[in-house]
């Protein structure tokens, strides 16, 4: 594409100007200089001390001056200067095969710093954020809440527009998507679209939020940074009952249990005075990650493994920092030294827990410690089995003891004797004394060594001929295979078994260092005078108000869900690698609203829903496209396509098919064939797909079996489930087309759609409207309605010839038909519900 | 990639949209267009066209790769690497030394050396010792470069192939070929550039992992296509729809598409019509490039291929196929290569020679078919498991009449063959009882290095920002092996 290059550098300078630093401004070093230093310097000059080039540091000013690296307010006196503008390669910097260049303009950038004086600041994420000021705008109208100004404002300055709010059949279906991930009914649209009131916007806001479906959207992105499934992962691939934790996350985000409290009990639960059973579910949280139970795995070297990944997800979840770097070295960048990593791991590696899954049954493997959750369905198969043992038991006790005496009329226990009888040496000893050699301790523990030999060793190979015996085994072994595979273990934090930690010599669990304990990362905040050292301590800290971290990185991952970028691009990295946010105080004063409003996550969602900025048109203009294609300032709402998960349960609702129960075991709807019974060792386990039937077919996607070595098929795009995500990708490629158009989740869905608008109303208008709304939510135009009537048509014709492919596209999925309609009509209705499935504007969030 | 530059691409593209007056042809021309390149560590992804033609960093000795890769890992000593010293004293005790400080697999005490029971000869001009577990390389010995140095340090399957496919031992980054895709583009939009094909009917170890393109955008996630089923996942049209409806279809799909963008304005609409329109393409180019009975009857017997089977054999076929029609990268798992001893068909006696019967002789066919088309100078054919197996026998099994070995992650041999390898070369060298590595030494990390060497990446280059650190195939190792080089 010959015009690619120049274009692009036409935006280049545009950009520029609209990314903040224009040269009027005052320099930031947080901004304008820190991203500079840290992706060309601090590499090789940066506070890993195993890297570090000729003992210069330039991410500490005084060694920097020290050093003469920068002299400040002369720049023809500092070396840093001469070096990033030398000609000879031997003393330019960076080494030309660093890789790493310094462009022209960042060069003017760092002499017009040296010669301000050089100015250094801490990395601002690391400074606890105080409530900025609420800017002064000109159009004060326009501002619904304090969110509109911080936008509005910068907007005013960069001389934008914001667009003017979306109608009201878009709204809904946006705060639909976002809040619930269900479509609205017609009636539901039709009531907001035409009510009255001021406050008909609000009104539904509330609504949604208080709707039960509201816990299970936005538990989504939280079990993605949660690399919650439902098994093991690797070879063996168990399956786990972590399921309740998931639960509890739908059940503690529609409750709006504080951030704060969702943070400890996640972190803490178990640790909690008197604990309440949701509270040690919550702990599983750090209990969600991979097992391998491989022949080979070595317990304690995959216990490691289990600690590094908590250490990574914990870190990448709350703090926005990636520390896995520490696990080896200290940080490259961010000022994690490799003694915070292992002071951090500390607190995780006092869990009674062996590393690799343990045997339950086939299906089931878990590792300790878990808590044991029968429920009534298991009590009661518990008892009924109980009660069959304690039936069968008088008969097997008597069938028992005649086997015994018959057994021992075979040899004359008070006898000595020499001959091997196969006792256990003990028992042997006694018995080759006579009877009156023998003690009375001794006689004692004859009699009752004798009969542990019987029920140990004879015994087994009498009961297959014992049919009262037999039974009762049977029986016993029924109990146990029952409670093994069917007693819910959920998998908890418990700190019962401290360790010794240690640092590790680049990270080998067998290659220990210098003993550690407990403490958070120097730079930051140190743990409140008294708390307790431990995870709880941990946890607290993270929410206390100096920690600088977490709620700007909560409320920055909020921001993302909602708006599809977040303040902070980088939402998993806050470090001094990340973007510096383009409205970064927006996000200070949406870090201290949150906290200041006891950590309510609804009341942050209800702001940015209700504000001026959410509620914008996404149309896009040419002044969009030439000033802010990406839309990092928001002249107007952002479109994106919706998840897929999302997208099937779309589907499956607008079509009426879906099963809105919430909670509980998961499910297996369609899957094609050979995806699961193709995954290793089969010997092992039986990896049979066990799928649904009946209206476990159309479940929410949330409740689809999660296989961690190969997740749902049809599910594109989704987080891998491995380790901790906590930014989606959002791709566009012909396979995901594939899934929507073939799919038979979908085609039943167009289907079942096609059935319902049939049954609907009598005009063919009627009824394409009615489909089409189902999905889109608005009504088409006359355009496009024409369209829909002429795409009907065609299909009619074709179906109304062929027989045989009308009731073939009819009988796909399991739902039952409605014989009573035309067929031709019904598969016509079909295909055009597929294509209505598959409009960018059904698969996009507008 | 540096997220400036994305969204500078992003409004790149949108302003080219905007200034073509939205139209259609834009896309197509876009995707024909393919001068886009990776510079420093700067890849140019379009999202309307993500798959299209990239160059590396230099002119590259490869195209493309044909990865054959034997899940469990076959035992190197009794195929490749002759110890006539192992053989001398095989049942001795193993020497603690060996031992000392060691955990294995499945193995504990002192076990007993094993000599290979296979037969060594050397073939070629190269004089490369091969046994007769593989009879059908020994003519193409010459074409082969061995590197019997080979080292890791995992010794369970999963953890090690990860290391192998993505270079670190836990799921979740990138795997090979979708680092080569993300670099590389690919060569024809109608089929995924990076296909995966499993034979003996398990997927590898690793799972999907072991193709996943881990934090990289899913589009270079690798792409199985199966024997059974639909060769794609959802490509099929469903029942009672065939493709003159499916036409009509997505032809009303379209239409209403452009009546949205007209009166939306979005120009990711256009980018939608694109994907529906290309999927409908590749409805057609799968299937067709998947039905190996249009080959002849000689392509079918030299390999050993049967139209409608699932195996090893007919995989190599359409792994000429899928490169001959553009695709990167094409990664074949076969499983069953765990000679542990456990069963007959895990001895090294006759389960090797009978794995080995179906597996030699389709690498045999591949090799000579590529040549003769042309295609093996610049198709780089990769061929190993994931770690090595022990010298001496493994434990479990030390009583059995069948012969096996441990798990083990010293030494291991792996060849290459094609675009840009020393052909007939035997690199590295192990010691004379086959427990570790004495001259040589090769880390997954090295082949990888080598491999991007050869299709034209500087390894340390070839980045992708993620988490704040720019990551790369090979972590923060791995160097060039500059003499397995042509």
Redesign the interface.
């Known amino acids: 594409m010959l015009h690619f290059r120049s274009i692009l550098s036409i935006f280049l300078a545009a950009a520029v100007s609209a990314a903040g630093q224009s040269s009027a401004d005052e320099i930031d070093f947080n901004r304008d200089i820190r991203p500079i230093l840290s992706e060309s310097c601090f590499f090789c000059h940066g506070q890993d001390g195993n890297k570090r080039q000729a003992d210069l540091r330039l991410d500490v000013r005084q060694i920097a001056v020290d050093a003469g690296a920068i002299v400040p307010g002369d720049t023809s006196a500092s070396e840093l200067v001469e070096r990033i503008n030398s000609d000879d390669p031997d003393v330019l910097m960076p080494p030309p095969d660093s890789h790493r260049r310094v462009t022209p303009e960042q060069k003017q950038l760092l002499e017009r710093w040296i010669q301000e004086g050089a100015k250094y600041s801490g990395h601002w994420a690391f400074e606890a954020p105080q409530r900025p000021a609420v800017p002064n705008v000109n159009r004060v109208e326009w501002a619904r809440n304090p969110i509109d100004r911080f936008v509005l404002s910068k907007l005013e300055r960069e001389g934008l527009e914001p667009s003017p709010e979306a109608d009201r059949a878009t709204l809904i279906k946006r705060l639909s998507i976002d809040l619930i991930g269900l479509p609205p009914t017609l009636d539901e649209v039709d009531a907001f679209v035409a009510d009255p009131a001021h406050d008909a916007y609000e009104k539904l806001v509330d609504r949604l939020l208080g709707n039960p479906h509201y816990g299970e959207r936005l538990a989504l992105p939280w079990l993605d940074a949660a690399r919650y499934a439902d098994s093991n992962g690797f070879q063996q691939d168990g399956d786990t009952w972590q399921w309740l934790w998931r639960d509890w996350v739908v059940r503690a985000l529609n409750e709006d249990l504080p951030f704060d409290q969702f943070t400890i009990w996640q972190l803490a639960g178990d640790l909690l005075p008197d604990a309440t059973t949701d509270q040690k579910i919550a702990s599983g949280f750090n209990r969600n990650h991979l097992l391998n139970g491989e022949g080979g795995a070595i317990a304690e070297e995959q216990r490691f493994v289990v600690l590094f990944d908590r250490i990574d997800t914990t870190a990448t979840t709350w703090l926005g920092l990636t520390i896995a770097c520490a696990q080896c070295h200290d940080h490259k960048y961010d000022p994690t030294t490799q003694r915070d990593y292992y002071r951090l791991m500390d607190m995780f590696n006092r869990v009674p827990e062996v590393g690799t899954p343990q045997f339950f049954s086939t299906r089931i493997r878990v590792d300790k410690p878990y808590l044991e959750l029968s429920t009534e369905a298991n009590n009661q198969t518990i008892v009924e089995l109980e009660s069959k043992i304690a039936a069968a038991m008088p008969a097997a006790t008597s069938a028992d003891d005649a086997a015994y005496a018959g057994w021992r009329l075979g040899f004359d226990p008070a006898v000595k004797t020499d001959k091997d009888l196969g006792f256990p040496e003990a028992l042997t000893a006694i018995h080759n004394k006579s009877a009156g050699d023998r003690s009375e301790e001794e006689k004692n523990a004859f009699e009752a060594g004798l009969r542990k030999h019987f029920d140990e060793k004879i015994r087994p190979e009498l009961v297959a001929k014992l049919p009262a015996l037999a039974s009762l085994e049977a029986l016993k072994k029924q109990l146990s295979d029952y409670t093994n595979d069917q007693v819910p273990r959920v998998m908890v934090m418990s700190d019962d078994q401290p360790r010794e930690t240690f640092i590790l010599r680049r990270g080998e669990y067998l290659s220990p260092l210098e003993k550690v304990s407990f403490a958070t990362p120097a730079f930051l905040p140190s743990l409140a005078a008294g708390a307790p050292a431990n995870r709880l301590g941990f946890a607290q800290w993270l929410v206390a108000p100096e920690n600088p971290l977490t709620a700007r990185v909560q409320v920055n991952r909020i921001w993302q869900y909602f708006f599809g970028t977040g303040l902070v691009k980088t939402a998993e990295d806050f470090g001094v690698q990340s973007e510096y946010p383009v409205h970064r105080e927006l996000l200070d004063w949406l870090a201290v609203e949150f906290r200041e409003h006891q950590w309510s996550m609804k009341h942050v969602h209800r702001l940015i829903v209700t504000s001026a900025a959410y509620r914008q048109s996404s149309r896009i203009t040419a002044e969009h496209l030439a000033r802010d294609g990406d839309n990092r300032l928001l002249a107007r709402f952002s479109r994106s396509r919706m998840p897929a998960m999302i997208l099937r349960d779309w589907a499956l609702a607008a079509a009426g098919l879906l099963d809105a129960r919430i909670g509980g075991a998961p499910v297996y709807p369609y899957q094609p064939d050979a995806v699961w019974e193709s995954l290793a060792i089969t010997k092992e386990r039986d990896f049979t797909y066990p799928a649904s039937s009946g209206s476990d077919l159309y479940r929410r996607s949330l409740y689809t079996f999660w296989r961690r070595t190969v997740g749902p098929a049809n599910m594109f795009d989704a987080a891998n489930r491995q380790t901790c995500r906590v930014r989606l990708s959002n791709t566009s490629t012909p396979l995901h087309a594939l899934t929507t158009l073939n799919d038979p989740t979908w085609v039943e869905a167009a289907r079942v759609l096609a059935q319902k608008s049939l049954q609907q109303a009598n005009d063919l208008d009627g009824r394409l409207t009615f489909a089409f709304r189902q999905v889109i939510c608005r009504a088409p135009t006359e355009t496009g309605l024409n369209m829909l009537r002429r795409t009907y048509e065609k299909q009619f014709a074709i179906y109304n010839a062929d027989a045989e492919s009308t009731i073939k596209l009819l009988s796909v999925g399991a739902s039952q038909r409605d014989e009573t309609l035309d067929c031709a009509q019904h598969a016509a209705m079909t295909s055009v519900c597929m294509a209505i499935l598959n409009l960018d504007e059904a698969l996009t969030r507008e | 990639m540096d997220?400036?530059l994305e969204?500078?691409?992003?409004?790149?593209r949108?302003?080219?949209l905007?200034g073509t007056g939205l139209s259609l042809g834009a896309i197509a021309?876009?995707t024909l267009?393919g001068?886009?390149s990776v510079s420093?560590?700067d890849v140019t992804i379009r999202?309307a066209t993500?798959l299209e033609q990239r160059s590396p960093h230099f002119a590259p000795r490869a195209k493309r790769v044909i990865y054959l890769h034997l899940?469990g890992s076959p035992p190197n000593l009794d195929i490749y690497d002759y110890k006539p010293e192992l053989v001398k004293r095989s049942g001795q005790d193993c020497p603690d030394e060996f031992l000392k400080g060691r955990?294995?697999?499945?193995t504990t005490g002192v076990p007993k050396l094993l000599g290979t029971p296979r037969t060594f000869a050397q073939y070629g001009q190269s004089g490369t010792w091969l046994s007769d577990a593989v009879p059908n390389l020994h003519g193409i010995a010459d074409e082969l470069c061995f590197v019997h140095s080979m080292y890791t340090e995992q010794?369970?399957?999963?953890?090690a192939e990860l290391l192998v496919y993505t270079g670190s031992p836990?799921?979740?980054r990138p795997s090979m070929g979708s680092w080569l895709t993300y670099g590389l583009g690919t060569e024809n939009q109608n089929l995924?550039g990076f296909v995966v094909l499993?034979s003996s009917?398990?997927?590898?170890?690793?799972?999907?992992?072991s193709y996943?393109s881990?934090f990289l955008?899913?589009?270079f996630q690798g792409?199985q296509c199966?024997s059974?089923?639909?060769p794609?996942?959802?490509?099929?049209?469903?029942?009672?729809?065939?493709r003159?409806?499916?036409r009509?279809?997505l032809d009303?799909?379209k239409?209403?598409?452009v009546?949205?963008?007209q009166?939306?304005?979005?120009?990711?609409?256009l980018?939608?019509?694109a994907?529906?329109e290309?999927?409908f393409r590749?409805?057609t180019s799968v299937p067709e490039v998947m039905d190996i009975s249009q080959e002849t009857e000689q392509a079918l017997a030299a390999y050993g291929a049967k139209p409608g089977e699932s195996s090893f054999a007919n995989n190599c076929l359409l792994a000429r196929r899928l490169v001959e029609q553009g695709v990167r990268f094409v990664q074949l798992f076969d499983?069953g290569w765990d000679f542990h001893g456990t069963a007959p068909g895990e001895g090294l006696q006759e389960g090797l020679t009978n794995k080995w019967a179906a597996t030699d002789k389709p690498i045999a066919a591949l090799i000579k078919d590529l040549k003769q088309r042309g295609l093996l100078e610049d198709t780089l054919i990769i061929c190993g498991g994931e770690f090595g197996r022990t010298p001496f026998r493994e434990g479990r099994t030390a009583a059995s009449a069948v012969l096996g070995r441990d798990?083990y992650p010293d030494c291991f041999t792996m060849w290459m063959a094609g675009g840009g390898i020393r052909a007939g070369c035997n690199y590295g060298q192990t010691d004379e009882l086959g427990f570790g590595v004495v001259e040589n030494k090769v880390h997954v990390h090295d082949l990888q290095a080598t491999i991007m060497h050869l299709l034209g990446f500087?390894h340390?280059?070839l980045t992708y920002r993620?988490?704040?650190?720019d990551y790369r195939l090979t972590d923060v190792h791995g160097r060039v092996i500059e003499e397995l080089l042509g």
């Open positions: 997220p400036y969204s500078m691409q992003n409004q790149t949108r302003a080219f905007q021309l876009s267009a001068s886009a420093g560590s999202s993500p899940t955990t294995f697999a499945f010794f369970n399957h999963a953890p836990r799921p979740g995924p499993i009917g398990v997927q590898p170890n690793g799972g999907a992992s996943s881990g955008p899913s589009v792409v199966r059974k089923g639909d794609v996942l959802f490509i099929s049209d469903p029942a009672g729809m065939d003159k409806l499916r009509r279809s009303a799909l239409q209403l598409n009546l949205q963008s009166e939306l304005g979005h120009p990711e609409t980018t939608r019509i994907q529906y290309l999927a590749m409805q499983w798990h500087n340390e280059q993620f988490q704040g650190r």
